[in-house]
């Protein structure tokens, strides 16, 4: 192994353990308790609060910006499929990919860094998301459409591991003190919504006809 | 509103910083600045500026925890725009969260992530509560309510001889003197609530009622030790003047040895008694709490009240008190009323646990120094008014009757706004000796 993989094993110790942190921190302080008469089907709403609660034909933020949705769509499904790929170079298995796959591969990741572009082009071009954001929202993004590009190119050529590993360090060690936490916290704010709604039963929304 | 001290700053981070659970440590972590929520806010559709953005209102309380709770925040403030709780930063906050949010929780609802905005601001609005910057106006209400034991400083005498005319006229018109409007009786199967604004100004609402009492032939009371539903300091954010309210309603629910307490139509009142009541006195209720809403659906369920939907022959439409919809799951019921009130019923577009905000609700009618901002914003209402071309809004929330009033006069619509009660009594239908 050389010292750059050494990096990357270190910066992702030191991660794992930071986001344990605060995995750790919210599963200790746990849900509210709430005296009052539940009228709901709890488990239901959750389900719901991950499924059909999020789908374009129930949100505003999706079918309203639809253009955006999309883009983030595949900017996460870019995200996921290259941490996905980063276990598979650290344990050695991305030979396994045939050329094929490695070119499909590629050219999903070259489509959902352009997406991550788009969203960066949104929030410096459009004058109420520029005011709402700060640094962190910009390194967040350049940070995750390098590491999308960096396993594209490595895929493409194996002699880019350094920068690779360079970015996908970087990328580690910030992700859980900005807003890259969202990555778990979303889960969390996700349960709470279910459970709230589903508590005084206004979600699942197939409860009601309206 | 003072000099903020050193003392005073540490009691509003205290409520950003201390977690009895992980919500609130959540949703101030969640946000990822997307900025998809502002059309779900009725303050950013009417008027597209950054600061009605309900994103910017979850991140200006974000912003002050990250400074005081995060290494980032704490390190390199400007990295992640963690700011200090100052003057500056006070005032933004009270505009933005008091003077620009009628907690309405549509945005929730809508949040790309599942930020609970509404929460959110109800924290934020806690720590301003906890550092005394609560609007004047809204504090003068809850202090009303906390001196007086109503937010009108209604006198006992003076509420005791407006339910005294509207007995007198209710036995005149069903003709029996059997005819009651109860007060302070014990025992009794069910102790309604009134919002203020009834005695002050809407009575003919607490006859209704009456009327479908009558009808129903219930065993009920009122209260003149404590039949205020509302309870501002849910607004205000002042959790030790909110639990003084509702320790008062279970008080009196004990005291009369009532078996249920019907909340009368309004939003906010019921959330704050049935939601949010158990837990500001922290222990489960002994009796069922109930909605005025849900208990007429009952009657007419269990067939207790017979209605007549043919007398009804304008148009009718719903607003859906949000308090009562959204963020209380009350959403068939009414609609189960009406249809058996009226056979002219339209829906509103959206409607439900997606309807707008009317724009009274979070205390703006009771901050004066937001009106032209609360009238403004309620175009959206007033136009979602007119495109179901109904002649009669009903609404089951006294705050919402006001507001709705009001866009009534402003945007010159010509619709009348009733409330379930005046028109389920309106079309009761009564045993043939009664009529």
């Known amino acids: 192994m050389f010292w750059y993989h050494w990096m990357m094993i270190v910066s992702l110790a030191i991660s794992m353990l930071a986001c344990l942190a605060h995995i750790i921190k919210l599963i200790r302080l746990g849900k509210p308790i709430d005296y009052s008469q539940k009228a709901g089907d709890i488990s239901s709403a959750i389900k719901y609060s991950f499924t059909k609660a999020m789908s374009p034909a129930k949100k505003e933020s999706a079918y309203l910006h639809l253009p955006t949705y999309t883009a983030g769509i595949i900017y996460h499904l870019g995200t996921f499929l290259s941490i996905f790929l980063f276990f598979m170079i650290i344990l050695d298995l991305h030979e396994l990919l045939n050329t094929v796959l490695d070119i499909v591969i590629i050219g999903f990741l070259a489509l959902s860094t352009i997406s991550g572009i788009g969203i960066l082009i949104k929030r410096l071009s459009k004058k109420t998301l520029k005011a709402l954001s700060n640094p962190d929202d910009y390194i967040s993004n350049i940070l995750v459409n390098l590491y999308q590009l960096a396993t594209a190119y490595v895929l493409f050529d194996s002699s880019a591991i350094v920068i690779y590993t360079m970015i996908t360090s970087a990328l580690l060690l910030y992700l859980p003190l900005g807003k890259l936490k969202h990555a778990f916290y979303f889960f969390a704010a996700r349960y709470h919504l279910g459970y709230f709604y589903g508590w005084r039963n206004v979600w699942p929304i197939s409860n009601h006809k309206n | 509103m003072g000099v903020l001290t050193e003392e005073i700053k540490q009691r509003g981070l205290e409520v950003l910083s201390s977690h009895g659970n992980s919500k609130l440590l959540t949703h101030l972590n969640s946000c990822v600045h997307c900025g998809l929520c502002s059309n779900s806010c009725v303050y950013y559709k009417v008027d597209a500026d950054e600061h009605y953005v309900p994103a910017k209102k979850v991140d200006i309380v ?19 725009n963690a700011r200090d709780l100052d003057e500056t930063s006070i005032d933004e906050l009270v505009d933005l969260l008091f003077g620009s949010c009628t907690m309405c929780g549509r945005c929730t609802l809508h949040c790309s992530i599942g930020v609970d905005i509404g929460y959110v601001v109800r924290k934020g609005r806690e720590m301003l509560s906890a550092m005394g910057y609560v609007p004047k106006t809204l ?11 109503n937010n009108m400083s209604i006198s006992t005498e003076e509420f005791v001889d407006t339910l005294k005319w509207l007995e007198d006229d209710l036995q005149y018109e069903l003709d029996d003197e059997n005819a009651n409007i109860p007060l302070n009786e014990k025992s009794k199967n069910v102790m309604y609530t009134l919002n203020p604004r009834e005695p002050k100004f809407f009575p003919l609402s607490i006859s209704a009622m009456a009327k479908v009492f ?9 209260s003149t030790e404590m039949y205020d539903v509302t309870n501002y300091a849910f607004f205000s954010g002042n959790m030790d003047e909110a639990n003084i309210i509702a320790q008062r309603m279970d008080t009196e629910m004990k005291n009369l040895d009532a078996t249920k307490c019907v909340l009368a139509e309004c939003g906010h009142g019921s959330r704050a008694y049935k939601w949010e009541g158990p837990n500001y006195l922290g222990r489960k209720l002994p009796y069922e709490v109930t909605t005025s809403v849900e208990l007429l659906a009952q009657y007419i369920r269990d067939g207790r009240i017979k209605l007549d939907p043919e007398r009804l022959s304008e148009v009718v439409t719903l607003h859906d008190p949000c308090n009562l919809a959204r963020s209380g799951g009350v959403i068939e019921e009414q609609r189960y009323i009406l249809s058996h009130v009226t056979k002219n019923f339209v829906e ?47 609404t089951p929330c006294h705050n919402c009757v006001d ?3 009001q866009i009534d006069q ?13 028109l389920v009594a309106d079309a009761l239908v009564l045993d043939e000796e009664k009529k």
């Open chain 2, 348 to 394: 509103m577009t959206p409607h439900g646990v997606d309807n707008f905000c009317c724009g009274g609700g979070g205390g703006q009618l009771a901050m004066s120094e937001y009106n032209e901002r609360r009238m403004k914003i309620a175009k959206v209402k007033a136009d979602q008014i007119k495109s179901t071309g109904a002649s009669i809004v009903a």
């Open chain 2, 214 to 222: 009558y009808a129903a032939k219930e065993s009920w009371t009122l």
């Open chain 2, 403 to 405: 507001q709705l009033t």
């Open chain 2, 410 to 422: 402003h945007y010159k619509l010509g619709v009348k706004i009733m409330t379930l009660a005046e």
């Open chain 2, 62 to 80: 974000a912003s002050i925890y990250r400074r005081y709770n995060t290494f980032l925040g704490k390190t390199l403030p400007k990295l992640t």
């Open chain 2, 139 to 149: 504090q003068a209400t809850v202090d009303a309510a906390i001196e007086t034991g």
